[in-house]
């Protein structure tokens, strides 16, 4: 049978199989262009769907999830401000007032890879994202076929087992369509490793890694320049995502204890291969670690390392891990498969890695928001353990040999396809709302952008309020002004617990939120996005972030009352003054009450910009003042581009 390999001679060559099938790269290309498409459907959905609305504008894969945030950095970068860059504060690492580490600044390597290339063509953050999707969906498809044919030296298996991989890892993980149906917390839509820039940006270099891994063990040549550049892969991974480095160590652990049980024979090279692959290890932990020393206390409570031993291990994941366990040791026994066979070793250790990054706490005691090894790792190591099981060739009493069809390879691509095509086009509807009015915002967005671009030596000062949560949300991946506050801007260094909660305590008391209406929202009956993360942290408000989490208790709920009132008591000319504002959004025609707000600042005739008005503030402490530095600086008309060319700007 030409698609079979011998059990000990599994993937012995890099492009020719030891059946003596070589590689035929039609296949891979024609699965990565099927998937390819698939990734784009929901920005296509989003261009079809929305009307006349901004051209360019994105479609984020979860609505208004932590893509924002990435975003944000993204363009931060571009603008050329520092590896250190807080962009919803807009406040910046420097001598005299140095920044804190935080998770964008310290996993910077897919940051730069995008902002680089995105500053050199002139394009915006939110054109390189889009550009993003594709690019990693073509990538990882050819990478997930050149896994698979080097471990099975099938060309047809490889390609089925691009799109099985790819199109059911949300299937897998329990999450997107499939958590609706069940009635379950959806974490993540779509496919999740094309979540931008995180994992997308990094997920190839995970690939990657394992095929030089995978190559190695199957040559067992020049094991320490092999190791070596898998070590500087690893390394580029340590500074890109914690999830998938620390996932590949934890599957790295396994499978090299598994090979030399199963193969004590080639101890010598693994050895070989793994001492400069660990030094190189070491050499990048050793910054990383002195990084994260320097992290914010805001950041570290966002992604802290939590005491737990509770064991994980009903994921879906891992009960699916669990029967692929079970199959092969059902076939180890009967004598079907060998367990020296290299490709039953490799299968085996993806199987058993969602038992040891879900559950290694019960030796660590800490734990760190699993829900991102369920989503981005331990699906698609399952996924790849049970194609390459399908890829296997069973010895039958008889003598003879069973292997799964081609016809079957067919059907199963077809199945998975559909899902695939189900996730991508549930996502986009569930999306579709949250995009349109992504697109809309866009032509306020990039009207501050100009004026950003005209004043930028004043810019860190121009703090703009958004009645809407979701615009002050979205408004830093494209504009470069500081908002008064956002739920994401808890993610980054910029403000303290204290005064991210003071902020947001103001934002309510601009926008007429009093305390009957935060005790509205509290019991549920008025909806403010993002509210609660402010109040009581993304862990207390997402399931799956913290084990020991607790619910939201009455008590706490009545003192965050209780402290709203006492602000709103002690509101004074001090606090309107810090942070200064410098715009206000509104949607035109809305019904968002000001009066708070107007108390304190005067607002000029204002801008139409699409549906929405953008309008100057002035303290009204400081109204002679102000108004003489808004008669010096503001540009007149043929300085200032109309609004109504506010939505055709270079790059977006």
């Not at 379950?184 to 931008?196: N, S, V």
Request: glycine share 6%; net charge neutral; proline share 5%.
């Amino acid at each position: 049978m030409s698609d079979s390999v011998e059990p000990d001679n599994a993937g012995q060559a890099f492009e020719v199989s030891a059946s003596g099938e070589t590689i035929k790269w039609r296949w891979g290309i024609l699965a990565a262009c099927v998937f390819t498409l698939l990734s784009v459907y929901p920005q296509f959905y989003m261009w079809l769907n929305r009307g006349g609305h901004w051209q360019h504008a994105i479609a984020y894969n979860e609505g208004l999830g932590d893509e924002v945030a990435y975003a944000a950095y993204v363009n931060a970068v571009i603008n050329g401000r520092p590896r250190r860059n807080d962009p919803y504060t807009g406040r910046d690492d420097r001598p005299d007032a140095p920044l804190p580490e935080s998770l964008f600044s310290i996993q910077f390597v897919p940051a730069y890879a995008l902002a680089l290339p995105a500053r050199a063509l002139g394009i915006s953050a939110t054109t390189a994202f889009i550009f993003l999707t594709p690019l990693v969906a073509c990538t990882s498809a050819l990478a997930v076929f050149f896994l698979i044919f080097q471990a099975s030296g099938s060309n047809r298996l490889a390609a089925c087992g691009v799109l099985v991989v790819l199109c059911l890892g949300t299937l897998v993980a329990a999450e997107g369509s499939f958590s609706g149906l069940v009635g379950g917390e959806r974490h993540f839509d779509y496919f999740p490793f094309l979540r931008r820039y995180q994992p997308a940006a990094s997920f190839p270099l995970f690939l990657l890694l394992l095929i030089f891994i995978w190559r190695f063990l199957t040559k067992l040549t020049r094991p320490v320049s092999s190791g070596l550049l898998a070590g500087i892969v690893l390394g580029l991974l340590v500074f890109s995502y914690f999830y998938l480095w620390t996932a590949v160590v934890a599957w790295l652990t396994i499978l090299g204890m598994l090979w030399l049980i199963s193969r004590p024979e080639d101890m010598d090279s693994i050895l070989r291969f793994l001492t400069p692959l660990a030094t190189v290890l070491v050499l990048a932990l050793i910054p990383y670690f002195y990084l994260i020393s320097r992290g914010s206390e805001t950041a570290q409570s966002v992604q802290a390392l939590v005491r737990s031993r509770r064991p994980d291990l009903f994921s879906a994941a891992e009960i699916l891990a669990a029967l692929l366990l079970l199959i092969l040791a059902v076939g180890i026994k009967r004598r079907s498969i060998d367990y020296r066979d290299r490709r039953v070793i490799l299968i085996a250790s993806f199987a058993l890695l969602p038992f040891l990054v879900l559950n290694q706490q019960l030796i660590t005691g800490r734990v760190m928001q699993p829900i991102h090894y369920r989503g981005f790792v331990t699906s698609y190591a399952v996924l790849i353990a049970f194609v390459l099981t399908a890829g296997l060739e069973w010895n039958r009493r008889t003598g003879e040999r069973w292997k799964l069809p081609k016809r079957a390879l067919v059907w199963i691509a077809i199945a998975a396809l559909d899902w695939g095509a189900i996730e991508a086009h549930q996502a986009a509807k569930r999306s579709a709302s949250a995009n349109q009015q992504s697109a809309e915002e866009m032509s306020v967005y990039v009207r501050l952008a100009e004026h950003a671009h005209i004043n930028s030596e004043i810019v860190d000062n121009q703090v703009v309020l958004f009645p809407d949560l979701h615009m002050a949300d979205g408004a830093p991946a494209v504009s470069p002004q500081p908002v008064l506050w956002a739920p994401h801007m808890v993610v980054y260094p910029g403000v303290s617990s204290v005064e991210s909660k003071e902020r947001l305590y103001r934002h309510l008391y601009y926008t007429g939120v009093g305390v009957k209406e935060l005790n509205d929202y509290l019991h549920g009956q008025n909806v403010y996005y993002g509210c609660g993360v402010g109040l009581f942290g993304f862990d207390r408000l997402i399931d799956g972030l913290n084990p020991n989490a607790k619910p939201i208790s009455t008590e706490e709920k009545n003192a965050e009352l209780m402290a709203y009132g006492r602000y709103i008591a002690t509101f004074n000319n001090e606090r309107a003054a810090n942070p200064r504002l410098s715009y206000v959004v509104t949607q035109t025609g809305g019904e968002t009450d000001l009066s708070n707000l107007e108390r304190w600042y005067r607002r000029d005739a204002g801008e139409r910009v699409g549906a929405f008005t953008l309008y100057r503030l002035q303290l009204r402490s400081d109204v002679k003042e102000a108004s003489s530095i808004s008669q010096s600086s503001r540009p007149d008309n043929k300085t200032l581009p109309p609004a109504a060319n506010a939505t055709s700007t270079k790059g977006l």
